[in-house]
């Protein structure tokens, strides 16, 4: 249950400064794979890329004001057209406070009602335990742990793979 209104949308490029905003955190670029430091402008050609590129970027809005953002990333080899690597993250003020699960839901009904993605794909620190409680909530489960596979504050972290398949596939009739 959301502790306050937001509203979402798909990202646009004027979305880079509060993209570069929510990046800056430690607590949220230490729990993906981006750089302390985040470029706006770095931000701003991705932003323009994904318009053509087949990725979804949502972000979540307050007052106004950009608390979140949740990406589905296409993949580029042709027979791995099904599957679609996840990313999101909240602002630290508003963790916790059913922004992610707001956001994970818009962005599994696009993905199942409207793209038909059959697998959605990501990666975690093993001790991200919020992050991982919300991928369950949603279907995700563990396919395993890659071992010391990302440097994260001075050391290398394990993270576990984590998957969810469609759970009724689109038909015709
Ligand atoms: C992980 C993240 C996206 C989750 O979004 P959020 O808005 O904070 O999460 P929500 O408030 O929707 O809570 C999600 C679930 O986790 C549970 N949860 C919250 N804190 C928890 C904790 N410390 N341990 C275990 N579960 C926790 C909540 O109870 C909720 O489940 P429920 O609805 O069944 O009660 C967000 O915290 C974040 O951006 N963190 C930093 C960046 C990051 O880790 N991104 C993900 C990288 S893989």
Known sequence: MLDFPISIRRATPEDASGLTALMSEEAVHGNLLQLPHPSEATWRE??????????????????????????????????????????????VPAQG????????AALIDYADRW????RIELTVFTDNERAIALYRKFGFVQEGIFRAYGLRDGRYQDVLAMARLHPSPPRWD
């Open 46 to 91: 991705r932003l323009e890329a994904k318009s053509s590129n087949g990725d979804v970027q949502l972000v979540a809005l307050a007052k106004g004001q950009l608390v979140a953002m949740a990406g589905l990333h296409a993949n580029p080899h042709i027979r791995r057209r099904h599957a679609m690597h996840l990313g999101m993250a909240v602002t």
């Open 97 to 104: 406070k059913g922004v992610g699960s707001a956001l994970m």
């Open 115 to 118: 793209v038909a993605v059959m």
